[in-house]
């Protein structure tokens, strides 16, 4: 029985401790690493192509980051003056706001002397301290409202700003991750063969999974343009950021847009809309750019991918379209990972296949590793090859 050792102890207890409690400190702040390291996978094939032209790490993480701000604002900015406009155009029709606003309380009242008993100047003057008595009610909750409001608004611009600085510093060492990843697995070939698998899903379910979202806005907005819809860019974003919920999806947007021409009496909009939006929005992107994106090998059951995305939202909230796909996925990886380590270690009885099993047991000894130097050496192509490493065949 070996001796116990009370300062190995001590030093145990305190690491568990600190470790414990910054996991603590660092839980509120959990979604917004997991958001980061999903975003630097996602934007990773776009840092790596431009760092094929330009040998500079900073400034190709530089560049997709400042292309989507760009993007955002410029959206933002669309939405907005959008909006106003047609708030502008409510505004203005008889009879509204404006109209209602300034015509005289007596006169409004006065109308209905007839069936009350109350003078209408007695009235008036109960509706009116009434009124004020009410707004000086709720200007606390109105103020405290608006406190809110600025503190969510305050805390989620810093919780924007820092994800894009994660997003940039985990692209720019994007090398020395992928070397050090399999360092941190027991046995380094199940490391690696476990990567790789996870690599592929991954692939599947969020690059594949965006990139096919984003041509389905794409093709959304060109069509909304073609036939005349107003807001057309808007629409196509829309349409993007829908085909992103499995559940509701881009049918959600140009169906209500046909709806919307049909009770206008816009017919052929209507069934140009409806039909154009079936082929282009929907089994073009699922049968043709799909397929095309994805790895044959790493492609996941449509009803996996439904079940991942759709699912946590009922738990979870909004941050279970992230969280979801991340759980599956990583369940799906150790499981095919244990169906190729546990396939690789059968042995054939025929005595005619002992040197291809020493060959292939060779190869499960020395595995291809995960290095830095395997991206830059050789690009990577999103539709046929790993994101962060070569192929591993066990």
């Known amino acids: 029985m070996k001796n116990y050792d009370p300062v190995k102890a001590i030093y145990l207890v305190t690491i ?7 996991l603590y400190i660092t839980s509120a702040f959990f979604y917004v690493i997991v958001l980061s390291s999903l975003f630097a996978y996602v934007i990773y094939p776009v840092y790596f192509f431009c760092f094929r032209f330009i040998k500079s790490k900073e400034v190709c993480a530089l560049i997709p980051l400042g292309a989507i701000f760009l993007l955002t604002v410029s959206s933002g900015i669309l939405i907005v003056k959008a909006l106003m406009n047609e708030i ?55 103020q405290s409202n608006i406190f809110e409001i600025s503190t969510d608004l305050s805390i989620l611009i810093i919780e924007l700003i820092i994800i894009a600085v994660l997003t940039y510093y985990l692209l720019v060492e994007s090398e020395t991750i992928i070397a050090e990843l399999p360092n941190i697995f027991p046995d380094r070939n199940t490391g690696v063969t476990f990567l790789g698998e996870l690599n592929h899903i991954y692939q599947s379910l ?45 049918g959600t947007v140009y169906g209500l847009l046909a709806l919307y021409y049909v009770l206008i009496q816009d017919f052929f909009t209507a069934g140009a809309l409806f039909f154009l939006g079936i082929i282009f929005m929907n089994l073009i992107p699922d049968f043709i750019i799909r397929p095309k994106l994805a790895r044959s090998r790493a492609s996941i059951h449509p009803a996996i991918t439904l079940i991942a995305f759709a699912a946590p939202v009922f738990v979870l909230g909004p941050i279970g379209i992230i969280i979801g796909p991340l759980t599956y996925g990583f369940l799906l990886a150790v499981f095919r990972t244990k169906k190729i380590i546990g396939s690789s270690f059968i042995q054939p009885e025929s005595s005619a296949t ?16 995960l290095t830095a130097g395997m991206m830059i050496e050789k690009p990577v192509e999103i539709s046929s090859t790993h994101i962060l490493s070569q192929e591993v065949n066990p």
């Open 354 to 369: 002992v040197s291809t099993q020493a060959s292939a047991g060779m190869t499960i000894e020395k595995p291809t590793e």
């Open 16 to 22: 568990i401790l600190v470790s414990l409690f910054a």
């Open 88 to 142: 502008s155009k409510i505004l203005e029709i008889p009879n509204t706001l404006n109209g209602f606003a300034n015509m005289d309380l007596r006169r409004i009242v006065g109308f209905f002397e007839p069936f009350i008993e109350t003078h209408p100047g007695q009235l008036t003057v109960s509706i009116g301290a009434y009124l004020n008595s009410l707004v000086i009610d709720y200007v606390p909750r109105i």
């Open 206 to 250: 969020f690059v594949v999974y965006f990139l096919t979202c984003l041509a389905t806005g794409i093709i959304g907005g060109i069509i909304y343009w073609i036939l005349g819809v107003p807001y057309s860019l808007i629409w196509g974003i829309l349409t993007f950021v829908m085909a992103l919920l499995p559940v509701v999806g881009a």
